[in-house]
Each structure stands twice: as structure tokens, then as C-alpha cells.
């Protein structure tokens, strides 16, 4: 199996590019964005199972949970993933919705 490199210093298409091919290298570019979302729910879970055993709060002992680093880094993968299905530019989405979110009044 060939393998990918992702750059030293990505950037956000970079992060994209990366999940494109490292998805076609290992199988899983035939996944709808369905079935992308709900891995991603199912990420997003265990994200909070990973802080629930951070923060020393009760957790099921059988539960296998990964780092909250781990599952952070799965929530990207599959978020990449995503927006790729869409033909969604994450960075320029981002700087979108955040000149909206400046206009915004929050208290």
C-alpha cells in the first residue's frame, strides 16, 4: 500500500487533498455523505467519551476511547471528507460565515 504525506505545514485544502487520496488509497471514496455524517456523529461521541475520561467523570470501563487528540483528529478526517462530497472549500466557507458571525451582535 502506497502511503500519503501530508505537508509540515498544511493548510486547510491541503488537510482536503490529503482525505481525498488517503480516502481512494484505502477503500472508502464509495461512502456517501450520509454515511460520512453519521461516522461523523458517531466521532463526535466519542469525543465526549474521551473528555468524560479526561475530566474523570463516570465512564463505561469497557468502553474503548481514544485520546481526546485521537478523536479530534477523526472529526477532521471525516469533516474533510464531507465537504469534499459537497465540492465545499473549507478555508473559504470558514472566512465566509465568520464575516457573517462579525456583523453578529453577541451577548
Known amino acids: 500500500m502506497n502511503e500519503l504525506t501530508l505537508k509540515s505545514t498544511p493548510t486547510l485544502g491541503d488537510f482536503q ?10 477503500g472508502f471514496d464509495n461512502q456517501n455523505a450520509l454515511e460520512k455524517c453519521l461516522l461523523l ?49 473549507i478555508e473559504s466557507a470558514f472566512r465566509e460565515k465568520e464575516e457573517i458571525n462579525k456583523k453578529r451582535t453577541w451577548i
Open 17 to 26: 487533498e490529503y482525505v481525498k487520496n488517503l480516502e481512494s488509497l484505502r
Open 41 to 89: 456523529g458517531e466521532e463526535v461521541g466519542e469525543l465526549f467519551k474521551a473528555v468524560r475520561k479526561t475530566a474523570k467523570l463516570k465512564t463505561d470501563i469497557n468502553s474503548d476511547v481514544g485520546s481526546i487528540s485521537e478523536e479530534i483528529a477523526d472529526i477532521l478526517i471525516y469533516l474533510c471528507s464531507i465537504a469534499n462530497r459537497f465540492e465545499i472549500d
